[in-house]
């Protein structure tokens, strides 16, 4: 039994499986401009020339599509005006997560790895100060290469910490009364 109303859903009526059919059969409201796009510009994201309703998958095709400079997916369901269509953002890799949470893993071309991920920039991993994982990766790369480019400074500051932790070992005095 499909339903469009969610009140059924959020009673419990259907159970876990329900609801999970139920999401993946129903429409999605696709804005055709993103949100996030909308939102830099000032603009209204739900205005009526923006929204058109597709399936789960075709969501994810669309997104996916902006992400690779294709708007063949969303000219199947709709052709907007020249002027949306100026305002899509094309190859933006917030474009790929849209795409790979609507698509939840059934569609094989869209991935989230390397440069398609959308916290990509520069090389370097974002977040890193929220994800113990992510910083300890990035100390460990940087702190090989930086030994590497600086080997002699590191060990004659190795040599100087080992020389003064051995003294502070030996105590005060001690090599005057060896000495004598």
């Known amino acids: 039994m499909v339903t469009d109303d969610w009140t059924d859903c959020l009673r419990g009526d259907y159970g876990f499986f329900g609801i999970l059919f139920l999401v993946s059969t129903m429409k999605h409201k696709h804005h055709i401009i993103p949100r996030y796009k909308c939102e830099e510009l000032g603009i209204d994201p739900d205005f009526p020339e923006n929204i058109v309703e597709v399936d789960r998958l075709d969501h994810a095709r669309i997104h996916w ?18 002027w949306i269509i100026d305002l899509i953002p094309r190859g933006d890799n917030r474009d790929v997560g849209a795409s790979v949470i609507t698509a939840r893993g059934e569609i094989d071309e869209i991935d989230m790895f390397g440069k398609n991920n959308p916290n990509y920039k520069h090389g370097r991993a974002v977040g890193w100060k929220s994800n113990p994982k992510v910083q300890k990766e990035n100390d460990r790369i940087r702190n090989a290469e930086y030994h590497a480019n600086n080997r002699e400074k590191e060990r004659a500051r190795m040599r100087a910490y080992y020389h ?16 004598s």
């Open 65 to 82: 599509g902006y992400k690779c400079d294709d708007l063949e997916p969303l000219f199947e369901h709709v052709t907007p005006a020249q």
């Open 164 to 179: 003064r932790k051995k003294a502070e070992r030996q105590g005060p005095g001690t090599l005057k009364e060896f000495m």
